[in-house]
């Protein structure tokens, strides 16, 4: 009798976030990409402050705004503790576009919209900082990142909840 060689083999499917977390983002593209997101989070915000006459949006767009401006103010300071020097927090085309989106529409259209936007940038930004906190190679901006996460769970539990209640 032959011996029999069976060969295996093996295929692993990695998610998208598998993939992201497997390489590493550079410090400086993770102070600007969060420096956007939080950017976009604060003028989406304070627009929505303005204009909205919905009580629970504006608690919540207040809610961004000082989490947000938080926010921002921790990811630069960690960025100086690990010797860069962030530039200002400048949006990115995707989340300039979705303000000019804003203000194209008023009343219950721009809080609808504004709801719609802030589940999209929410569920990014959570990407960004889970990978960054689990792959970043800057110890400060690392532990920055960990500590952004669950405010921005919290911020996107919220911003789902109002929004299924449209």
Do not use: C, W
């Not at 630069?76 to 990115?92: E, I, S």
């Amino acid at each position: 009798m032959k011996p029999l060689i069976l060969f295996a083999s093996v295929t692993v499917i990695l998610s998208p976030a598998a993939v992201i977390a497997a390489t590493p983002m550079p410090a400086a593209q993770y102070v600007a990409k969060a420096g956007a997101s939080d950017l976009y989070e604060i003028d989406a915000s304070k627009l929505v402050l303005e204009t909205s006459s919905n009580d629970a949006l504006k608690t919540f767009a207040r809610m961004m705004v000082d989490d947000h401006t938080k926010s921002t103010n921790d990811v630069v300071a960690a960025a100086k503790a690990d010797g860069m020097t962030p530039g200002a927090p400048k949006l990115m085309p995707k989340q300039s576009a979705m303000i000019v989106a804003l203000h194209k529409v008023s009343g219950t259209a721009r809080d609808t919209l504004y709801k719609k936007q802030q589940v999209m940038a929410h569920q990014e930004a959570l990407t960004l900082q889970k990978t960054y906190a689990a792959s970043g190679d800057k110890p400060h901006l690392k532990a920055a990142a960990g500590s952004i996460v669950p405010v921005v769970e919290h911020h996107l539990a919220e911003v789902k909840q109002m929004t299924a209640q449209m």
